[in-house]
């Protein structure tokens, strides 16, 4: 995949180099060259933080491998299955309009070689690289070798969205597994007086329980701060740029949609291709919001248990938990923005206006 990537930028470069001069086909061009910097960008940076994703895979096993109540499984596995179904339907959601964009380009150069033949604009054509997915300079004749270059470039193509792809759902199962985390932290806050911990077997009174189930609780939201802490570590630089990226690419991309409103085939390439942009930073979005949530409610659970049944040891303990959920647990890009609902609406917003700003000045 690497040798794919970097042979498929390098010939964009030079097929972006070729038309630099030309100001619409330069735009036109731009969102996919970003798309695979971005990829590459993505692919460098993961390797990067290899170590501390390794060390986030560890912290699972350890987790799913220690000691804990049935029902703080429960609610954890459901988690983990959510994720995975999540992971599934978003890899075939945006693999689809991968596909649909090269089956678009390729349908297209089809079409054009059908009118070509009743009618004499073929140089016309060749100089504007029909059915090709993104400008290319092979040099070599587009036409005479369209096939190998067709099948080259859409590899290249479905290796970028792959590679976001793979890197999005790493980020889904991180989330979920916070997410299940969360659930059992409230799940034992709620029943801290009722419930026997999976780390104590011995019997003993309520209240010496209760400290006890405390402490685990305490432990465990720990945990999960530094999981989440970890978590910005490995994916903030990555998603800063994907942020930039998206804000960019969504506003050219609104502006070709514009200038090619009566061109059918363009019109499915570039609604396909805003579309996919929208689902990938909304889910990243989505997933920073449910953290957000998620641990909101740790502050509420602290709030609904028997605090009053408990002795004064107890309710200390309590206290440096509600302190602490007091203020939500956040995943940032690169420290600057936290990924939100309010953060999703402020892209759209910025991209919107980068559109009409392009609009006046073209």
């Not at 969205?161 to 932290?185: K, M, N, P, S, W």
């Not at 003993?204 to 006890?212: C, F, I, P, V």
């Not at 990938?280 to 609904?304: A, L, M, P, R």
Request: aromatic residues 12%; charged residues 15%; positive net charge.
């Amino acid at each position: 995949m690497v040798l794919v990537l970097g042979s498929g930028f390098m010939f964009q470069i030079m097929g972006i180099i070729d038309i630099r001069q030309d100001v619409f086909m330069l735009l036109d061009n731009l969102p996919l060259l970003f798309l695979a910097a971005l990829s590459i960008g993505k692919t460098i940076s993961m390797v990067y933080m290899l170590p501390k994703i390794k060390l986030l895979l560890i912290k699972i096993q350890e987790y799913y491998l220690s000691s804990k109540a049935n029902e703080e499984s429960k609610l954890y596995n459901s988690h983990v299955l959510y994720g995975r179904n999540l992971s599934s339907a978003y890899t075939y959601i945006i693999l689809s309009h991968s596909i649909l964009w090269n089956v678009t380009m390729l349908l297209t150069k089809l079409k054009r070689t059908e009118t070509t033949k009743n009618d004499t604009f073929s140089n016309e054509i060749a100089s504007d690289q029909v059915g090709v997915p993104y400008r290319v300079n092979y040099m070599i004749d587009v036409d005479t070798y369209y096939a190998p270059i067709f099948i080259h470039t859409a590899a290249c193509c479905v290796c970028y969205v792959f590679q976001e792809i793979a890197i999005d759902v790493l980020y889904i199962t991180l989330i979920e597994h916070c997410r299940g985390l969360l659930a059992t932290v409230r799940y034992c806050l709620e029943n801290a007086l009722s419930k026997n911990n999976g780390d104590v077997s011995i019997k003993m009174s309520t209240r010496d329980q209760s400290y006890l189930n405390v402490i685990y609780i305490v432990r465990r939201h720990a945990e999960t701060i530094q999981f989440i802490n970890l978590i910005n570590t490995v994916f903030s630089p990555s998603v800063f740029l994907h942020i930039g990226y998206v804000t960019l690419c969504l506003s050219i991309l609104g502006y070709q949609l514009l200038i090619n409103v009566d061109n059918s085939n363009d019109l499915v390439k570039y609604i396909c291709f805003i579309n996919a942009i929208i689902i990938n930073i909304f889910f990243e979005n989505w997933q920073g919001q449910k953290i957000i949530d998620s641990s909101e409610k740790v502050f509420e659970s602290v709030y609904n248990t028997e605090w009053y049944n408990m002795p004064i040891s107890t309710r200390k303990l309590l206290l440096m938990i509600m302190m602490r959920s007091i203020k939500p647990m956040v995943v940032t890009a690169s420290k600057f923005m936290i990924l939100s609902y309010i953060t999703f609406n402020t892209m759209m917003r910025t991209s919107m206006s980068y559109f009409m700003l392009l609009r006046s000045v073209t």
